[in-house]
């Protein structure tokens, strides 16, 4: 079994995820505040899910397809969100994801998790793209994109339909070749 | 659900591929410049490659799966030209995906084509978004969309990789409300 690497940055841990983060995942997600931002999460978030969630990260990582990371924070352990990164490996790109619990907003840690993870795609995976899909209403979700570096692309209107509203969503994607001369 | 009947414009029939349909789309499908200009078909074309192709269409067509993939005939002479897919996903939307013989290009075919399967979208299917993928240094399948009333949404840089390379992808789409104001305008 491959290890599954751990990051650090200034105040955060990005680890691999254990079964016993399940309740406090849970706890996170269950919450129409964070899954009324997300693409492909919905309430009622259960034990179950985030059990399977996490079962899955384990699996994508031993494919070697993606990398889903527990955010904690280095000063006390508090597992404070997710980010993730997945792979098309045949065209070389990888799309990030996040969600970070509300007790947590507002605090940059979604941002500096990002960071991290971008850099580990192009670093440690050897992407060519990466890229995110974002709810155009979520104007905090952009500005960490923007923040990592990514660039608006374009819009897909009404691609997906969340509490029987469609609702438009922005493509954002950084290229490699911008992120080695921005580095 | 109902077999789909074919659908008719002024100078095509669309009708959902059948096995005997497989020496013809082979011949056109295997000229390498229609897999330079689509997402998924490759080159050199395998020289099953049609009948593998119909197998998985009619198989998924067995299973009660939405598979909409036409044969884009010429009623003229019943020649075939080319093929056409709208493929439904989840929230109320399909991909259009095609593709038009070499020696039939030039001719506004495909704009004749897609523009029918965006009405049977939208009238039989039900749905509220038709996208369509295309290459940018293909800008002919762009044309194809704008004239059949889609609307740009952006460009995917470096979005695929098509034979070594990297290459960008531009999205467009048709949303219900634009379909219904054009109708009313035609």
Known sequence: MKDFPTLETERLRLRRFELADAPIVQTLL????VTGNLLEASLPFSLED???????????????????????????????????????????????????????WWQGYATEAAKKVVRFGYEQLGLNRIYAYVLQRNTASAHVLQKAGLIREGTLRQSILKAGVFEDVDFYALLREDWLTEG | MNPIQPLDTERLRLRLVERADAPALQALVSDRRIAETTLNIPYPYPESGAVDWITRVLERREQGQADCSFVILRRSDNVLLGAIGIHPDDAFQAEIGY????????????????????????????????????????????????????????????????????????????????????????
């Open chain 1, 50 to 104: 985030a059990c399977s969630m996490i079962t899955t990260s384990h699996a994508t990582f031993e494919a070697g397809t993606g990398w889903a990371f527990a955010v904690t924070r280095k000063s006390n352990d508090d597992l404070v969100g997710y980010c993730d990164i997945q792979l098309q490996c045949e065209h070389q790109r990888g799309a990030i994801t996040y969600w970070i619990g509300r007790p947590y």
């Open chain 2, 99 to 186: 593709w038009m013989g070499v020696p039939y290009w030039g001719q506004g075919y495909m704009t004749e084509a897609a523009r029918r399967v965006i009405q049977f979208g939208f009238e039989a299917l039900e749905l509220n978004r038709i996208r369509a993928w295309y290459f940018t240094h293909n800008p002919a399948s762009a044309r194809v969309m704008q004239k059949a009333g889609m609307t740009f949404e952006g460009i995917m840089r470096q979005h695929y990789v098509k034979w070594n390379k990297f290459v960008d992808v531009g999205c467009y789409s048709i949303l219900r409300s634009e379909y219904e104001a054009q109708r009313q305008m035609d």
């Open chain 1, 30 to 33: 269950n919450d129409p505040d």
